[in-house]
């Protein structure tokens, strides 16, 4: 059959990164013998630039579509470009002469939503929405929640249509099903490539000579992270190390923060090389974000899990079920410099090489198991 998949905001491998979500996933789709077509947009989400159009040897279509740039993360000038990235993908879907058996749509972004609808009634396409984050709730902790409605309605019309609904988290289903979506469901978490010498991995020897620990930070830099808890308690515990690969919005004011302080580094973003060497060399990975940021299992718990770290997160829920049952972690409370100190010493102490929860990560498993889902949504 033939697949589409909408997604603006992974970072592409023909920019230099390793393949994200929805990159893996039209691999596996093309793999099972399907015509993919991954529709993305013309501007870089995580730099904040134009995309430059490159040629891509991936046994898929790669569309660009044209959209406003923006600055923020959070910011009027980011849903006028969902808008636009909107409207733009209909008409150029229009203009296609193959039209889809299936359209599989991230969301956020929400405006697209009702575009899809509208094509799959035309052309009689089933249409799978897939959750990567809880919008609007996840804005509840900036502005007040009335002000979201507008927001809470759309996303719910659109979870209440699809014929589908997968989601990287189970309180993401469970948010779809209490907007009142009846359809079949998915739990597909982020996948990631693992490299067979992860899986294999000691933890002996990764230490710094010095025996300092080595803690490493991959992501975004906003309000949804603590990283300036993180930052206080390296500066107060010498024992502690700290490298940092990402951007955000409030990368100056923590590279301020950690100005006098020799043992936290900043890298920006990295190639998929340079991460994965970070990474091999790290003793413990960070996951410093607040609960109400509404994310339940984030992108990187798969990268360390990946890289054979073990983890100190200030997550509860389900992040915290998974370190705990897996043995793969330490949890403590966002805010608190000396328990964070004090869980990522703890983390350290644990052997993470070769246990299951990179496994439950396995892009190659949780992506044809997808493509299994979607088979039994279209019928197949």
């Known amino acids: 059959m033939t697949v589409w998949i909408i997604n603006p905001f992974d970072n592409l491998p023909v920019e230099g990164y390793r393949p994200q979500r929805y990159w893996l996933m039209a691999e596996a789709f093309s793999a099972a013998g399907h015509a993919v077509t991954l529709w993305t947009q013309d501007w870089s989400h995580a730099n904040k630039a134009r995309r430059k159009v490159k040629p891509s040897a991936a046994p898929f ?151 300092a620990i080595r803690l490493v930070y991959a992501g975004n830099m906003s309000l949804s992270y603590d990283l300036a808890t993180v930052i206080e308690a390296v500066k107060k515990d010498e024992g502690l190390l700290l490298d940092l690969a990402g951007s955000g919005p409030d990368e100056p004011s923590l590279r301020s923060r950690a100005a006098d302080c020799a ?27 607040f609960d109400d940021s509404c994310v339940g299992v984030p992108y990187k718990l798969a990268d360390y899990a990946a890289a054979g770290l073990p983890v100190a997160s200030s997550l509860h829920g389900e992040t915290a079920e998974l370190l705990s049952g897996h043995k793969a972690g330490v949890t403590y409370d966002a805010g608190d410099t000396a328990a964070f100190s004090s869980a990522a010493r703890l983390a350290a102490t644990l052997d993470c090489s070769g246990k299951p929860l990179a496994r439950l990560f396995d892009s190659s498993r949780l992506y044809q198991e997808y493509v299994a889902f979607a088979h039994s949504v279209c019928g197949g």
């Not at 929400?110 to 509208?118: M, Q």
Request: some cysteine.
């Open 263 to 289: 043992r936290i580094r900043f890298h920006g973003y990295l190639s998929e090389a340079a991460l994965r060497n970070l990474l091999a060399k790290a003793d413990v990975g960070v996951v410093p974000m």
């Open 61 to 211: 279509s790669l569309k660009y579509i044209h959209v406003p740039g923006y600055s923020r993360n959070i910011c009027f000038r980011r849903i006028l470009s969902h808008w636009k990235f909107a409207g733009n993908w209909a008409e150029e879907a229009s203009r296609q002469d193959v039209k889809p058996d299936l359209l599989i749509g991230s969301s956020p972004p929400l405006f697209i939503g009702r575009e899809v609808r509208g094509f799959c009634a035309r052309t009689g396409a089933k249409y799978i929405v897939d959750i990567m984050d809880a919008w609007p709730e996840t804005f509840e902790r900036v502005v007040p929640g009335w002000t979201l409605s507008w927001m809470r309605s759309i996303a719910g019309r659109n979870y209440r249509s699809a014929s589908a609904i997968t989601a990287v988290t189970k309180s993401y289903l469970e948010l779809a099903k209490g907007d009142g979506a009846e359809c079949p469901m998915h739990l597909c978490y982020h996948g990631i490539r693992l490299p067979e010498e992860s899986l294999g991995k000691s933890c002996e020897g990764r230490n710094c000579a010095d025996g």
